[in-house]
């Protein structure tokens, strides 16, 4: 079977200069993966912008309660009449910005550009396994981004009722304004996203199982590959039951069932409803919501793990160990959904259970973390922005591990459970180390997409204040949390017990200003170095994988000729008695060279 | 502070700003070649390692600066016996949380220092390395059963007591956007309540053919307890999903809409001898400093009941008062209340 498509394909890619390339079929509907890699990249740093927009936004309102900002007025209308937020809109941003930088961002955004990107490449195949499906993938993603989009200007605002959207909050429109038209369509764009993740996951999963080149066994396989897989499966796995949620939250708004909601009075009146329990809605969700953090951990992790092994010029540490831990994450990610529910009333026996299992995950994640930081030891370190931002990763993958262990131990999360504590945990360990592995990715093979060569003192300097402001931003609010500082506040103001947290607030929004600030260095660079940077050469990082050998300039099936056979692994850097230090995947074996085993 | 923060926003973006220029010279020589190897130059490298040390080195110091700095923000003063376990907890595992922290982020950056690609170096080949491997396996997986273990049995504890004492039972009701308190009366028995029997001043729906409701007493604005005496609470919702947080407890739990949910504890310092604690004292004061600065109120400490799940447009002020005083002054509080008979 696997030979056949890949005949199929390979018959393709010749017959290939034959097509008339349109402008449409070339940018618009293409079934390049190459460039359905950029479309998803291009959209989701659209996307980001608009999710990070919101947060400076709310981090105004946050640190000024009272002052009156005319450019929130610009912004949001009469949502903000004299310059003063008002607090459905404030619930409203959070809910957007949360969903857009979870899903819209960080999982379409970052696995859509990079496993496009790099499996077809990586395991040297002519394309992913159906160019068409890869395409639908891509166009359900947009139009879900556009309906998303479109739900911020319906006249009741937005969903608001968090990026969680529990019901009851979530499915009557009487409990808040952002519940009405803005949550239909917010559902509506989820499944769109959904459907738009599922076609690409099938199509990531076939691709590395069945159209790996020649000699590329698994244990050949690139780490970003192993990563970018396992996701998919994860995907494959979570994502449907996020679906059915969705779907019998639809029901309960619109058909009168009962699902979720059960002895109500709303707005004066009390609803018929009986028998549905919210939190069968908290369980399915959480059974996405857990391996979705892993979904956008994972390919950020699998990025870091080539960066680091390319820019260390030494083989990833226990690449073995670290296979087997991003398997054991992903397993244990399945039985861990309850930590988020500790509270809800669930049975004190599963809440043990669950705190069993969620610490269980420090373990394969301490492994990881050590092998990075010991791939690095002994190493010849080349610092480009990518490595910066890769080692990055590992300084928030830590730090927001660590506090990890506080949230999983069901007695402390009683404590802080949807206070700060969780806000600055989950912005740290998921938001900024997937950021940063997504910009590390981006630095890394913005060469292999565009062809050309970011401008590397830009990106230093957006590594610099980028890494500053995040934990400018993120590190305080542990204490916010502490302090007992609940989450989703349009203001502590009213409770002068949290009066002395004002300092903290200031410094937080500063620092999301400078942060944002950054930003800009990135995108300057980014599109200016996509339409007039130097010219990429073909291995700028002498680097060992296969998307290296590709030509330069793209060509719809990869490779002209042949596809490269692989005869070792990819981590073979520095080898004693090679001449230079990285021998790449396609050059064999010589006979006097020590077998490692790969 | 904030003028110290400014300055470095300022200072950073001076850098920017310096940089971009040179990276348009940089950038316009460079576009002419065009090397096979793009890998940064040993200058770069010996820099950018330099300064990821220092950036490393800059949160390690902020981390610790700011544990000091603000430390004393950290969890309220504990008034319930259940708070001193869980303190307990936390404290250790802040202890051992910290001491990982504290160790793995100079090695990381150090690494970047001392292994930056400056000339003549030589990078080490190495796959693996099964004893490594191991020790930082079984080492975790050590510290991680100690604390999963002590963390079940705190847990087990706090949701399965087992009181001397009869607790005093309590309802708390949650709507959009405040909070009411029933408590059991003489009997200690809540009387059955269902949102379809709220009607007129019955404003929790309490079954006024239920006896064992006829005695339960029902306070809004200010809830007060015994000290020293376990209560067990029991949470309803009207609407949508609250959550019942009340911080000094160290006590949270969801109030979710079509079932009871229930958490317990022992209060054990009253509203008045928390005012006489010195850190509580301390932190009054400093607010009160920002309050007169602010040109508002003084501030008296009191405990709160929070709402701390996302319910709607004002749920950033749904709150409680609780008031917690010894067993006289709760009886006679108690007496001036009125029962569910009598207000209907
Ligand atoms: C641009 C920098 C960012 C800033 C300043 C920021 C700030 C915040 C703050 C203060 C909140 C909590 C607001 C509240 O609970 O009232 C929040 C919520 C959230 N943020 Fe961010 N954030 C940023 C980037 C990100 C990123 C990269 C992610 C990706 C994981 C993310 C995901 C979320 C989520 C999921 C929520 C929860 C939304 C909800 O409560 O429903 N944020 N953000
Ligand atoms: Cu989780
Ligand atoms: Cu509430």
Redesign the pocket.
């Known amino acids: 079977m696997a030979a056949e498509v890949q005949n199929a394909s390979e018959h393709h890619a010749e017959e290939h200069h034959h097509h008339h390339e349109t402008f449409w079929n070339k940018y618009v509907f293409s079934i390049d993966h190459k460039m359905i890699s950029k479309q998803f990249l291009i959209t989701g740093i659209v996307m980001g912008i608009i999710g990070m927009g919101m947060s400076l936004l709310f981090r105004l309102q946050l640190a000024w309660p009272d002052k009156s900002f005319p450019i929130l007025n610009t912004f949001l209308g009469k949502w903000a009449e004299d310059g003063v937020m008002d607090p459905n809109m404030y619930l409203a941003l959070v809910t957007i910005h949360g969903t857009i930088m979870v899903f819209f961002v960080l999982t379409a955004g970052l696995s859509g550009t990079f496993s496009n990107l790099l499996i077809p490449l990586q395991v040297g195949a002519r394309d992913m396994a159906s160019g068409f499906i890869n395409m639908l993938s891509y166009w359900f993603f947009f139009t879900s981004s556009v309906v998303m989009v479109v739900s911020l200007f319906v006249p009741d605002g937005p969903a608001a009722a968090g990026w969680t959207i529990y019901p009851p909050l979530s499915a009557l429109p009487a409990a808040m304004p952002g519940s009405g038209s803005g949550m239909t369509l917010w559902l509506v764009s989820m499944t769109l996203f959904i459907a738009s993740s599922l076609l690409g996951a099938l199509n990531y999963i076939v691709t590395v199982l069945n159209l790996r080149t020649k000699g590329m066994s698994m244990t050949r396989l690139p780490l970003t590959i192993w990563a970018f897989f396992v996701t998919a499966i994860l995907g494959v796995l979570s994502f449907p039951v996020l679906f059915s949620a969705a779907l019998l939250l639809l029901f309960d708004r619109s058909m009168g069932t009962s699902f979720y909601l059960s002895d109500i009075l709303i707005g004066g009146e009390v609803l018929s409803n009986t028998g549905g329990s919210p939190i069968l809605y908290e369980h399915l969700f959480w059974f996405l919501g857990h391996p979705e953090v892993y979904i956008i951990l994972l390919p950020a992790l699998g990025i870091t793990s080539e960066v680091i092994a390319t820019n260390s010029r030494k083989p990833i540490f226990g690449y073995r160990a670290m296979v087997g831990s991003i398997l054991m994450i992903a397993f244990l990610s399945f039985i861990v959904w309850g930590h988020h529910m500790f509270v809800t009333g669930m049975n004190p026996f599963l809440g043990t259970v669950f705190t069993f299992t969620t610490l269980l995950i420090a373990i394969p994640s301490a492994v990881k973390a050590f092998n990075y930081i010991t791939t690095l030891w002994k190493g010849n370190l080349q610092l480009t922005p990518a490595m910066l931002f890769s080692i990055g990763l590992v300084s928030t993958f830590i730090t927001g591990g660590l506090t990890g262990i506080i949230l999983g131990d069901s007695a402390l999360d009683i404590n802080v459970h949807d206070t700060y504590f969780v806000v600055a945990h989950f912005h740290i360990v998921m938001g900024l180390s997937a950021i940063f592995g997504m910009f590390a990715g981006i630095y890394h093979w913005f060469p292999r997409m565009f062809g050309r060569m970011m401008i590397r003192p830009l990106g230093y300097a957006h590594f610099v204040i980028t890494f500053i402001s995040a934990y400018g931003v993120f590190y305080p609010m542990h204490f916010l949390g502490l302090a007992g500082l609940p989450r989703r506040y349009f203001t502590n103001t009213e409770f002068p017990m949290f009066d002395n947290l004002v300092d903290i607030n200031i410094i937080i929004s500063v620092f999301a200003i400078l942060g944002g600030l950054a930003q800009i260095l990135f995108l300057f660079n980014f599109f200016y170095s996509a339409l007039r940077g130097k010219r990429a050469p073909q291995n700028p990082w002498r680097s060992n994988t296969l998307e290296w050998t590709a030509p330069v300039k793209h060509l719809h099936g990869n490779w002209p000729g042949e596809i490269p056979e692989v005869h070792r692994w990819p981590y073979d850097y520095s080898k004693p008695g090679a001449k230079e230090d990285f021998v790449p995947q396609t050059v064999p074996i010589s006979p006097d060279e020590e077998a490692t085993g790969h | 502070m904030m003028t110290l923060l400014i300055t470095a926003v300022v200072v950073l973006a001076i850098i920017a700003l310096a940089q971009v220029v040179r990276i348009f010279e940089i950038s316009n020589s460079m576009r002419e070649q065009k090397e096979e190897d793009n890998r940064p130059s040993h200058k770069e490298n010996d820099s950018y390692g330099k300064i990821g040390f220092a950036l490393g080195m800059l949160f390690w110091l902020f981390a610790i600066w700011s544990t000091f700095k603000w430390g004393k923000y950290l969890l309220p003063v504990s008034a319930s016996n259940e708070g001193l376990d869980t303190d307990q907890l936390m404290w250790i595992t802040m202890a051992v949380i910290g001491f990982v922290f504290l160790i793995t982020q100079p090695i990381l950056f150090y690494f970047v220092y001392r292994y930056r690609g400056i000339k003549g170096r030589k990078a080490t080949y190495m796959e693996h390395d099964n004893k490594l491997e191991a020790i930082w396996t079984v080492i975790p997986t050590i510290v991680l059963a100690i604390i999963i273990t002590y963390g079940i049995f705190t847990w087990s504890s706090i949701m399965n007591p087992d009181f001397e004492e009869e607790p005093l039972v309590v309802e708390l009701y ?1 709507k ?2 405040s909070w009411q308190a029933r408590l059991a009366g003489d009997d200690n028995i809540l009387g059955y309540a269902n949102v379809r029997l709220i009607e007129g001043a019955n404003t929790l729906g309490v079954d006024p053919n239920d006896l064992n409701g006829l005695d339960d007493i029902i306070v809004s604005g200010e809830l007060h307890l015994p000290v020293n005496r376990p209560v067990l609470f029991k949470f309803r919702a009207q609407d ?1 999903i ?2 019942a947080y009340m911080p000094h407890f160290r006590a949270q739990m969801n109030c979710v809409p079509g079932t009871v949910t229930q958490f317990a504890f022992t209060p054990n310092k009253t509203t008045a001898e928390m005012r006489q604690v010195p850190k509580v004292i301390n932190q009054i004061d400093h607010i009160n400093s920002l309050r007169e600065e602010m040109g508002e109120e003084p501030y008296e400490f009191d405990f709160v009941l929070l ?1 701390n ?1 996302i ?2 447009s004002a ?1 950033y002020n ?1 709150q409680m008062k609780i008031v917690v005083e010894t067993e006289e002054e709760f009886n006679s509080w108690l007496k001036e209340q009125t029962t569910f008979a009598e207000s209907l």
Do not use: T
């Open positions: 949650a959009q956007f949508v609250h959550s709402c799940k319910c709607g749920h749904m």
